[in-house]
């Protein structure tokens, strides 16, 4: 997508992709990651997500990376932070004690900014990124974070009966973009309540994605 449609959804707050709490996903299976405590973890796409106060809250820290400044805002102001900025190349780096969220495109994201990550968090990242764009995204995520495991979700249902974003992400789809890097499981499903956009039939899928054991 280009970055003015997502500029201008938080601008005009259609933010309907946006949780209130942390995600059920997120509190039934993140322990399954076995992290230590101060482990980093990694959110891409971030928003002004609830989930950065649920991890914060039990001693994992967070990096995270958004293209609205707005947004980012809103999150430290929602967490009650106020954040220092600094340049990072073609990124605005917003950091308070345990969290560092980048402004700008994730793409320009690079492991030397973000340093060790212990797991990725993808919960509207993937699935906010149209077909043409997810493979060089999935690269670029390993490549950045040196294949972290990661709680990914995704949504799938019938494209053609509802415009992304969020896309309809299939099985298949994650086995093509991780399945050489990751041992894939899925740890849980549900029908989305009422239909996304209350009509569109979905299902909700969370994954497990743990690297491959190297010989």
Sequence with gaps: ??????HRKWEQGEIGFHESEANPFL????ETLNL???????????????????LLARGYRVTGAELSELAIN????????????????QLVRYRAEDIDIFA???????????????????????????????EHYTSHLM???????????????DQLLMEGPPFSVSECEVEQHY???????????????????????STETAWLLQRNKVD
């Design 179 to 201: 399945g050489a890097s990751y041992q894939l499981k899925s740890v849980g499903s549900k029908d989305v309540a009422g239909g996304l956009r209350g009509t569109v039939k």
């Design 104 to 134: 700008g495109d994730i793409f320009a994201v690079s492991a030397e900014y973000i340093g060790p990550i212990g797991a990725i968090y993808d919960r509207a990242a993937l699935v906010a990124l149209p077909a043409c764009v997810r």
């Design 27 to 30: 509190v039934a299976h993140f």
């Design 36 to 54: 230590p405590k101060g482990s980093r973890v990694f959110l891409p796409l971030c928003g002004k997500t609830r989930d950065a106060a649920w």
């Design 143 to 157: 490549n950045i974070t040196g294949t972290a495991p990661q709680l990914l979700i995704t949504y799938e249902y």
């Design 74 to 89: 809103q999150l430290f102001e929602e967490l009650g932070l106020e954040p220092e900025t600094s340049k990072a190349g």
């Design 1 to 6: 997508m280009e970055a003015n449609f997502w």
